[in-house]
């Protein structure tokens, strides 16, 4: 039996998700159970990104991945 403590993504298929599918993704998402996104995709402070990150989190599993950025000022 699985430890119901440790959730994480289905044992089933996953994308990684581009703004240009939202529509088709949610129209139709085949076999697709969970969604990977950029963290630094959503950074902003509200708009388009985050409304379709919100549709996509209370549809399917979401697997956040974080990128390194180095910042020279």
């Known amino acids: 039996m699985q430890d119901e403590s440790r959730k994480g993504l289905p044992a089933a298929p996953g994308v990684g998700y581009k703004p240009q599918h939202f529509s088709n993704l949610l129209a139709d998402a085949g076999p697709v159970h969970w969604v990977e996104i950029h963290a630094e995709n959503y950074m902003g402070a ?28």
């Open 46 to 73: 509200g708009g388009r990104p985050l409304a379709q990150l919100r549709a996509l989190a209370e549809r399917f599993a979401v697997s956040v991945h974080g990128v390194g950025l180095s910042i020279v000022g």
